[in-house]
C-alpha cells in the first residue's frame, strides 16, 4: 500500500492571488517528485460544482445564514468523499484552494454564526480529513484596495461589504492564534515567487 499523502489547503480573503500560489506551490511540489491533485472549494467534485452554483449566483439573501453554512458543508463533505480521501489513500497530495477554514471565518466569524457552531456541522462531513496544513495568505494592509480591485468579477458573497471582509481577515487571525500547529499566516506581499518560497517554508516539515 503506498504512504498515505499529505492535504494543504490554501486560504485567504479576496485579492490576496490565491489561485496564483496554488498553481505555484503544486509546480513547486510536483517538481519534489510528487504527484499532487489541485482542487477548489467551493466545488472540486460533481456534486459540489452543482453546488458552488447554487451558492454563488443569484441575489445576496437568497440563503440565510444557516442554509448557506449548510451547503458549504454538504458540498464539502462530498468533496472530501470522492475527491479529498481517495487521493490522499492513495498517496497523493492534495492541494485545496479554500477549505473548512473559509467556513469557520466567513460564515462563522463574519456571518455570526460562531467558528463553534460552524466547526460542528462540519466535523460531520469531515470526519478525520482535517488539512496537515493551512496556509493563510493575508496582506498587513491593503487588503481594502486588493478587493477593490478585485470587486469586478464578484460573485454572492465576495461582493458583500468591506465590513465583512475584515471581520473575515480577523477570523482567519483568530484561527491561526488557536490552531498554531496546524493554521499559518503567510505574508502576501512581494513577488509571488517569493510568497511561494514562504509557503514551501512553511510546509518544510511535511516534505518527504
Ligand atoms: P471563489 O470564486 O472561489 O473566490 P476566491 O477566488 O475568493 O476563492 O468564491 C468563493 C467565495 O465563497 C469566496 O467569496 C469565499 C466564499 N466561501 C465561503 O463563504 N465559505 C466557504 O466555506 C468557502 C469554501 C467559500
Do not use: C
Request: proline share 3%; aromatic share 6%.
Amino acid at each position: 500500500m503506498a504512504a498515505r499523502g499529505r492535504f494543504i489547503s490554501l486560504e485567504g480573503g479576496e485579492g490576496v492571488g490565491k489561485s496564483t500560489q496554488v498553481r505555484a506551490l503544486a509546480a513547486a511540489l510536483r517538481e519534489r517528485g510528487l504527484e499532487v491533485v489541485e482542487t477548489r472549494e467551493p466545488g472540486g467534485s460533481e456534486g459540489a460544482e452543482k453546488i458552488r452554483e447554487l451558492l454563488l449566483t443569484g441575489d445576496e439573501d437568497r440563503w440565510g445564514a444557516q442554509a448557506e453554512a449548510l451547503l458549504f458543508a454538504a458540498a464539502r463533505a462530498d468533496h472530501v468523499d470522492k475527491v479529498i480521501r481517495p487521493a490522499i489513500e492513495a498517496g497523493k497530495w492534495v492541494l485545496s484552494d479554500r477549505f473548512v477554514d473559509s467556513s469557520l471565518a466567513y460564515q462563522g466569524g463574519a456571518r455570526g454564526l460562531g467558528t463553534e457552531a460552524v466547526r460542528a456541522i462540519n466535523a460531520f462531513g469531515i470526519k478525520d480529513w482535517f488539512p496537515d496544513r493551512t496556509l493563510v495568505l493575508a496582506l498587513a494592509e491593503g487588503g481594502a484596495r486588493a478587493r477593490a480591485r478585485d470587486n469586478q468579477e464578484s460573485d454572492r458573497i465576495g461582493g458583500r461589504p468591506e465590513g465583512y471582509h475584515q471581520k473575515v481577515d480577523l477570523a482567519f487571525r483568530q484561527i491561526a492564534a488557536e490552531e498554531a500547529a496546524r493554521v499559518r499566516i503567510v505574508d502576501a506581499s512581494g513577488e509571488p515567487g517569493e510568497v511561494t518560497e514562504r509557503l514551501l517554508g512553511e510546509i518544510a516539515d511535511l516534505l518527504p
